[in-house]
Nanobody, 115 residues
């Protein structure tokens, strides 16, 4: 089982930046695809960005050009650099790991963007 711990959330003004980090335990982390999801109350959790074990990335249309996902396997870490934040980016952000049939989630970190 992989433990995932997110950090870096907080309150920021519109147009500002935040960097989220997801640190995982164990040797499985570097072999797995990792994604960042977000969720607001009353809505389904949505994929924001993802990165494969080989470093291929993908983004939701709503964040393309503003968010950047990266991984450092030496630190078992995936980061999400978020620039030009908008009020609609306000959500709880979750780290997700997938390897074969295993799926793991972190506890989430709150991002609040004030307009």
């Amino acid at each position: 089982q992989v433990q995932l711990v997110e950090s870096g959330g907080g309150l920021v003004q519109a147009g500002g930046s935040l960097t989220l980090s997801c640190v995982g335990s164990g040797t499985l982390f570097s072999l797995a695809g990792v994604g960042w999801y977000r969720q607001v109350p009353g809505r389904e959790r949505e994929l924001v960005a993802k990165i494969t074990s080989s470093g291929e990335v993908g983004y939701a249309d709503s964040v393309k050009g503003r968010f950047t996902i990266a991984r450092d396997n030496s630190k078992n870490m995936v980061s999400l650099q978020m620039n030009n934040l908008k009020s609609e980016d306000t959500a709880v952000y979750y780290c997700n790991l997938r390897y074969a049939a295993y799926i793991g989630w972190g506890q989430g970190t709150q991002v609040t963007v004030s307009s």
